[in-house]
């Protein structure tokens, strides 16, 4: 597997954009509604590492409380291979399987921290 983004899940898109650009000084990357009331935004930094915002517009006045607001992007060969490994180890996806509109398929699992791990195969960017 190889490390490939960081997700963090926001309130509020425009806003979250404007702080990790104008302070942070990342530059974006793609912006995206994934689908209804689902908007994404990668940025990356000049070693092109990269974090992915995303908002739920069903979530935005949801508690958060004992939820995860940031995951991790591990790219995989296979994602069948993958979850074959998950069950074996007897862990729980979360969220998943899910195919993009662009053909990436991934499945979300937790760590023991209650850190959500977003599985991806086909990662393009």
Do not use: C, W
Request: net charge negative; no cysteine; aromatic share 8%.
């Amino acid at each position: 597997m190889n490390y490939v983004f960081t997700t963090i899940k926001v309130r509020d898109l425009e806003q979250s954009l404007k702080f990790y650009k104008e302070v942070i000084g990342l530059k974006e990357v793609v912006k995206f509604e994934a689908q209804p009331g689902v908007k994404i935004v990668f940025l990356k930094d000049e070693n092109n590492n990269k974090i992915e915002l995303i908002e739920f517009e069903h979530m935005k006045n949801a508690s958060d409380e004992g939820k995860s607001k940031v995951s991790i992007g591990f790219a995989v060969e296979s994602l069948d291979n993958t979850m074959k490994l998950v069950k074996e180890r007897d862990l729980e996806i979360v969220m998943g399987p899910v195919e993009t509109a662009s053909g990436e398929r991934f499945i979300h699992i937790k760590d023991p921290n209650g850190v959500e791990i977003n599985l991806i195969e086909g990662f393009k960017m």
